[in-house]
């Protein structure tokens, strides 16, 4: 079975604009989760979409958001990017039941200039 | 709200030998369940072992085993026969029961190991 997938693994963009992130969960898979790292914070819990709809949300302002394909595949979107928004964006997929493990994927380098 | 803290940002072990972890962590909860992951510097996170709250039995896989004090709200990972291959990012979390996968993770510990 294909791990967790995450395109495209680096991106630099410039302040200001807007950014999609694209996360394919393992065939199988109906949770797919979304998570931030960067040095200062460490990881952090951003939303959770299980059959297309947000079933949990962090703490972030909404510039942050998502959403989730009948295929599970998901997308995060950032708008107005912040220098602060450079980070390792991570997602993971799960079968979404209470006792199901998560499955990371490589992450997408993001880097705000 | 549930904060997990690893204390220790960096260790060191010898090839071979023993080394733990350390990870306390703050809930109001009863039922939740704490994990233990790996970062090798590839960046994929990788489950090491978990635990559910309502056993009292340690985990173990294999050369990783943990100590779960839940009074304490303490959860140490111990790493048997230290191996060149565990040097890590090691990430202690915390999810509460129930259908969700928000995680809280600790700040990290990072792991090397020395031939």
């Known amino acids: 079975k294909a791990g967790v997938t995450q395109t495209p693994r680096y991106l630099i963009k410039t302040r200001g604009q807007q950014v999609t992130l694209s996360c394919s969960p393992i065939s199988g898979h109906r949770s797919v989760s979304w998570y931030q790292q960067t040095p200062g914070q460490g990881l952090q819990f951003l939303f959770e979409y299980f059959s297309e709809t947000q079933r949990n949300k962090g703490n972030f302002p909404g510039r942050f958001s998502g959403r989730q394909f009948s295929n599970s595949r998901s997308e995060m979107n950032v708008s107005t990017l912040e220098l602060g928004d450079s980070a390792l964006y991570l997602c993971?997929?799960?079968?979404?039941?209470?006792?199901?493990?998560?499955?990371f994927g490589p992450g997408t380098r993001l880097t705000v200039t | 709200a549930q904060t997990v803290t690893q204390s220790q940002p960096e260790m060191s072990v010898q090839e071979a030998e023993t080394v733990t972890l350390s990870c306390t962590y703050d809930t109001s909860e009863s039922d939740y369940y704490l994990f233990w992951y790996k970062q090798p510097p590839s960046r994929q996170m990788i489950l090491v072992i978990r635990q559910e709250a309502y056993k009292q039995q340690n985990a173990t896989e294999n050369r990783f085993s943990v100590n779960f004090q839940k009074a304490a709200k303490s959860f140490s990972l111990k790493i048997s026969d230290s191996q060149l291959g565990d040097a890590a990012m090691y990430f202690c979390?915390?999810?509460?029961?129930?259908?969700?996968?928000?995680?809280?993770f600790g700040a990290g510990t990072r792991l090397t190991v020395k031939p």
């Open positions: 979390a915390y999810r509460r029961r129930g259908n969700n996968n928000d995680m809280r």
């Open positions: 993971a997929s799960s079968l979404g039941g209470p006792n199901d493990e998560q499955y």
